[in-house]
Structure formats: C-alpha cells, structure tokens
C-alpha cells in the first residue's frame, strides 16, 4: 500500500515561513490535500488538489507537488497556526483509495 | 450549508460489531461526484481512512481493514452507516465522517464520536 511520510514536527518563530513535507513514490503523479487539526477538533482542509485554498483560508497557505515530494508552506506564521497537519493522496495506482500522511506538529516559539 | 453528525455507541466490548451512523445535510448522496467518507484516528495518533462510499454505491475499503467493514447508505433518509465487526481495544477512537468529492477531497468533517471498545 502507498506510503506517505511526513516529519513529526516542525518549529517556527512567528513572522517566519513553516514547510511541512510529505514524501511519496512518485507522489507527483497524485493529488494531495492538506489539513489542519487542533486539539480536540476535526481536521480543517487547507489546501487541495496540490495548491487551491478553500474559501475562508488565508493566502498564507500554499502547496506544492512534484516528484517524491509534496510541500505545505504557511507563510508569516502566527501563533494560531500551531496544530497538527496531515497530508493525504487519493491513489489512482491502487483503485483510488485514500491515505493519510502520518501528520506533522507545527509547534511557533 | 454543509453538516455531519456521527452517532453511536461509546463503549463496545470486545469482539462485538461497531455500528455507526453519519446523518448529513446540506447535500445528498445522489448528486453525481459526491460521497461520504469514514476516518478514524486513535487518541494521539494520526488520522486513518476506513471506508468510502459514493452517490452510485461505489465503494471503497482500505486494504487493511476491508474484511472488517461495510458500509453502506440510505439516501431517502441522508444517512451513510459503517459496521466494524470483532472489535478490538487498538479500535478504540474517534470516528469521522466527512463529505468526499470524487478527487478525494474531504472539505465538510463531522464532529467526531469517541469510541471506546473495552471489557
């Protein structure tokens, strides 16, 4: 089954940029989707298909994909930011299933 | 206006059957490109896709638990139902369901339900 690996977490000061990366086969050829957690929430979509906003979410949030690896960047990270955020493909290599990164805290000092 | 809701038990023994209820509005599951997803995600841990239905009764398990799901929908009454069977206390979580588009996206979430399995 596909794999997506993602660091456990990634620290940021406030005003600076945060990338959180999922790494995939080839995970260029897929669609990722990025959501935000906090505690005691459901996740929130950030972004999908690769690089598109929902309505409601700031420009600070931005994606990118290709190759082996998919990057979320949040950009001027506020303190609000700090959560969890997981990555997820839809496999067209394997009858379209879904995956779930295995999630990365964002942690601003 | 898109909403979720989850119900069922909050505590299942072991080996017993996990039946669990996604009511919706907002949408309906029998408009071409939609679906309704279930995820779970153990208490620390990382989010974990189960299951996927769509508006044309295609569905989708993951591997890893396919011999243990069912899900299925009743479209008159805006419901998607997920069975769990021999449950097992590494079950113990909280189950989502969510609204899914065909690219896979899940942009509407429920609140979630904590699912205990213990003796």
């Known amino acids: 089954s596909y794999v997506l690996t993602q660091p456990p977490s990634v620290s940021v000061a406030p005003g600076q940029t945060a990338r959180i990366t999922c790494g995939g086969n080839n995970i260029g050829s897929n669609t990722v989707h990025w959501y935000q957690q906090k505690p005691g929430q459901a996740p929130v979509l950030v972004v999908y298909?690769?690089?598109d906003r929902p309505s409601g979410i700031p420009e600070r949030f931005s994606g990118s994909n290709y190759g082996n690896t998919a990057t979320l960047t949040i950009s001027r990270v506020e303190a609000g930011d700090e959560a969890d955020y997981y990555c997820?493909?839809?496999?067209?290599?394997?009858?379209?299933?879904?995956?779930f990164g295995g999630g990365t805290k964002l942690t601003v000092l | 206006q898109i909403t979720l809701k989850e119900s069922g038990p909050t505590l299942v023994k072991p080996t017993q059957t996990l039946t669990l209820t996604c009511t919706f509005s907002g949408f309906s599951l029998s408009t071409s490109g939609v679906g309704v997803g279930w995820i779970r995600q153990p208490p620390g841990k990382a989010l974990e896709w189960l299951a996927l239905i769509y508006w044309d009764d295609d569905k989708r398990y993951s591997p890893s638990l396919k011999s243990r799901l069912t899900i299925t929908k009743d479209t008159s009454k805006n419901q998607v139902v997920v069975t769990m069977t021999n449950l097992d206390p590494v079950d113990t979580a909280t189950y989502y369901c969510a609204h899914a588009t065909t690219s896979g996206t899940y942009q509407y979430w429920g609140q979630g339900t904590l699912v205990t399995v213990s003796s």
């Open positions: 997820q493909v839809w496999d067209s290599s394997s009858d379209h299933l879904v995956v």
């Open positions: 298909d690769d690089s």
